[in-house]
């Protein structure tokens, strides 16, 4: 359940219990619970402290212990198989079903119609409840019991690998998909031969999954990075190379990695570095350096690389990830390479 210690209350296993369920929406409107999805209650303070994928883990976990035979898949089946899935897909949680399927992108809850998948069962996340947090769930006994409930071991249905992969180049854009395929074969969690034979199960077209797989590669190191060439690649640029390094001449020791490169026939040699926001602000990525301090080292890296041969060096953030046309006009007034007589076939 919730990675922080708290109650998760699914009132859907407590149907007679009508004062909980009374209690439990007046605390929605005061603001001390949230409700992620129809008949699920969280601690607004455990909640508010949870990235989407925490959320997105959390909610999952409570519907399969609600609906035991229900089978994740697509993005919610990624996360739970360690793949890195870019947050904007996370806000709804997708299965495996029978019956038709419904695609719309605002539910929280979206079918993929598929009647027969592999599957892997895996054992759910558990609550470690301590003593003291039962007051979130009030006087009840009936909550109180379901936290015990939520506290056992458990197991859950997700697609394998392969078919979670198959699901998100189907069913979400190609900017989203590649960060889990760059992810599934950095970990060499897969084959594209494998990924190709889950193809054989799916009804329509697979030409999404066949192109995440043609520019699906392993050296990207992140999520963030991902989505950033996906951008690249949709909007019709020259795919450039990762993870190049850049030996300073002015001494041999120091030596710079870039994110991507594009080495040009003309001899200039262009250098995009992916700035996320955590670059800045997160301890673990600055090695608690001031934000001045990281903002000189940048300098004295893009110094290095220039004396290396670098021409030109870009830098992307985030907001540029987020607002794809700031991205493009730096990319454009890089000089960045087009692939010729793609672009729109990259965009359709």
């Not at 359940?1 to 209350?9: H, L, N, Q």
């Not at 929605?28 to 008949?39: A, D, L, N, S, W």
């Not at 947090?133 to 506290?151: E, P």
């Not at 951008?231 to 030996?247: D, H, N």
Request: proline share 6%; with cysteine.
């Amino acid at each position: 359940m919730a990675k922080t210690a708290g109650c998760c209350i699914d009132v859907e296993a407590l149907p007679h219990d009508r004062s909980l369920h009374r209690a439990l929406q007046r605390r929605v409107t005061g603001g001390i619970f949230v409700r992620p999805y129809k008949g699920l209650y969280l601690p607004a303070t455990c909640w508010i402290g949870m990235n989407p994928v925490e959320r997105a883990r959390t909610t999952a976990v409570s519907l399969a212990r609600r609906h035991s035979s229900w089978v994740f898949t697509g993005p919610t089946a990624a996360i739970f198989h360690g793949l890195e899935v870019p947050w904007n897909v996370l806000h709804r949680t997708t299965v495996v079903s029978a019956g038709n399927g419904d695609t719309s992108s605002s539910a929280p809850l979206r079918k993929i119609y598929a009647p027969s998948v592999p599957i892997d069962t895996i054992p759910s996340p558990v609550l470690n409840i301590r003593n003291h947090d039962h007051g979130a769930c009030g006087n009840f006994m009936s909550a109180k019991a379901l936290c015990s409930f939520l506290s056992t071991p458990a197991m859950m249905s997700v697609t394998t690998v392969e078919r979670a992969l198959v699901d998100c180049a189907m069913h979400d854009d190609f900017r989203y998909a590649l960060a889990a395929f760059d992810s599934a074969f950095r970990q060499r969690r897969t084959t594209a031969d494998a990924i190709i034979d889950a193809c054989d199960s799916v009804s329509g077209d697979c030409g999404p999954v066949f192109r995440a797989l043609h520019y699906t590669d392993p050296l990207a190191e992140n999520g963030g990075e991902s989505l950033c060439r996906a951008l690249i690649i949709e909007y019709g640029y020259a795919v450039p190379k990762l993870q190049r390094e850049f030996v300073d001449p002015a001494n041999s020791f120091n030596k710079a990695r870039v994110d991507f490169v594009w080495h040009l026939p003309d001899g200039r040699v262009i250098v995009l570095e992916y700035d996320g926001m955590q670059k800045y602000v997160d301890p673990r990525m600055t090695n608690r350096r001031s934000v001045q301090q990281v903002v000189r080292d940048q300098l004295e890296r893009d110094a290095l690389l220039k004396r290396a041969g670098v021409t030109t060096i870009v830098h992307a953030t985030y907001d540029d990830v987020r607002n794809p046309l700031g991205l493009v006009a730096k990319l454009d007034r890089a000089e960045v390479p087009m692939r010729t007589g793609l672009r729109f076939f990259e965009h359709g």
